[in-house]
């Protein structure tokens, strides 16, 4: 027999064993159930108090509303508020944000928008209560239990006053709507 011949039909045979005992062929295998348990998602929550948020001008004492202040460069406005967090999960933290939204303009008048645009970008958001780092305002979990604390939230919008003459002056007879001052507690 030729060598070709003889290469034929030992290839012919070994594919025939090969195919013949697919079926037969087996990995060991088994499985078995274990005891697990139950695990549940934790939270985060920030809920204004029942009493009113105040506001201050320069320091000065604290008053309800704002509404109508003729605020001017230099002028330094501080919106405070007593909140409460709920927070469960290990190792969780949050941080408290002001949403940019809460300074905005009253209008499209392009006094209105300069002075919303010049006092959000003064705004500053800051947090004191059990539980609350200083850098950044955050909320830290340590138990499984969680926490529920009462906060203050203090925003402070400052008019810077320019050296520069003139400078503030598209923003004069603006008019920015404070009345929903927003505040954002997130997971970091």
């Known amino acids: 027999m030729k060598t070709i011949v003889k290469g034929t039909i030992a290839t012919a045979t070994g594919v025939t064993l090969l195919l013949g005992g697919a079926g037969t062929f087996a990995l060991w295998n088994t499985s078995a159930e274990t005891a697990g348990g139950t695990i549940v998602s934790g939270g985060l929550e920030v809920e204004p108090s029942a009493e009113a948020a105040t506001w201050t001008v320069n320091g000065g004492a604290p008053q309800s509303t704002i509404a109508g202040y003729p605020i001017v460069p230099g002028d330094v406005v501080v919106y405070s508020r007593d909140m409460t967090v709920t927070a469960h999960g290990d190792g969780l933290n949050a941080a408290f944000t002001l949403d940019p939204a809460s300074i905005e303009a009253s209008s499209t008048s392009s006094s209105d928008v300069a002075l919303a645009d010049y006092l959000s970008s003064t705004a500053q958001l800051t947090a004191t209560g ?35 003459v003139g400078f503030e002056n598209d923003t004069q007879l603006g008019s920015v709507d404070l009345g929903a001052v927003a505040v954002t507690l997130t997971q970091i």
């Not at 955050?138 to 239990?145: I, L, M, P, S």
């Not at 926490?147 to 520069?164: C, G, H, Q, R, Y």
């Open 130 to 164: 059990d539980g609350i780092t200083t850098t950044p305002d955050a909320v830290t979990v340590t138990g499984r239990d969680g926490l529920e604390e009462d906060v203050t939230v203090a925003v402070t919008i400052e008019f810077p006053k320019s050296t520069t």
